[in-house]
């Protein structure tokens, strides 16, 4: 219908949900609800058919293998930890030394990128589908989840950042540390360094 600003149904109030990028959308007296492939109003609940993520679609730079190096330290790398080939190897900062636990290959595909260990052929993901700050980058077999999705965002001084597709967070390095073994997470973006990255080809020796 034609808007009217007298009309409280054409009014949507974003809150968000603490410790997280989610909101709920307040619609009149109610809350928006989602239906199936639909929403609705309805009174809130806080469940998860309540909550609601705004996240762009990927940049597209097409399909790269690469070592992913901090800004924070160009020599620091993605490393899964202990060349582990199991689910659950978990992701952290380490000198590149150019091996295969290094090495991702980044696939585009409808608008997200997954992130696949050249070592292991498992692909980075937000552990368990915590949407919460802090949330673990861990490797896991590939299952098309929300969770194993990742929007590449270009920053003008060519580095890249990570956003998830299950939380909203950027992968970010513990504690804004380039140390050895820093562990990655998924925090709120904050546009620091401990968030950006450079894609190095494979090729490359440097």
């Known amino acids: 219908s034609e808007y009217s600003p007298d009309n409280a149904n054409q009014k949507w109030t974003l809150?968000?949900?603490n410790n997280t990028e989610f909101y709920s959308i307040r619609i009149g007296e109610g809350f928006v609800t989602a239906d199936n492939k639909s929403l609705k109003e309805c009174e809130y609940s806080g469940k998860e058919d309540q909550k609601f993520l705004f996240v762009p679609i990927s940049e597209n730079i097409g399909d790269k293998s690469?070592?992913?190096?901090s800004m924070l330290d160009k020599n620091k790398v993605l490393d899964i930890e202990s060349a582990s080939v199991q689910n659950g190897g978990n992701c952290q900062l380490y000198v590149e030394n150019h091996t295969n636990a290094?090495?991702?290959n980044m696939i585009y595909e409808d608008g997200y990128y997954t992130i696949k260990n050249k070592n292991s052929g498992k692909v980075?993901?937000?552990a368990d589908s915590n949407a919460g700050y802090f949330a673990n980058v861990r490797q896991y077999e590939e299952n098309g989840m929300a969770a194993q999705k990742w929007i590449l965002v270009r920053y003008s001084n060519g580095s890249y950042g990570f956003i998830s597709r299950c939380n909203g967070l950027s992968m970010d390095l513990t504690n804004g540390s380039s140390e050895n073994f820093t562990n990655i997470q998924a925090?709120?973006?904050?546009?620091t360094n401990a968030q950006r990255f450079l894609l190095i080809?494979?090729?490359s020796d440097d």
């Open 15 to 17: 809150n968000g949900l």
């Open 66 to 69: 690469v070592l992913i190096a």
């Open 102 to 104: 290094q090495i991702f």
């Open 124 to 126: 980075l993901e937000i």
């Open 187 to 191: 925090y709120k973006s904050n546009g």
């Open 201 to 203: 080809d494979e090729s």
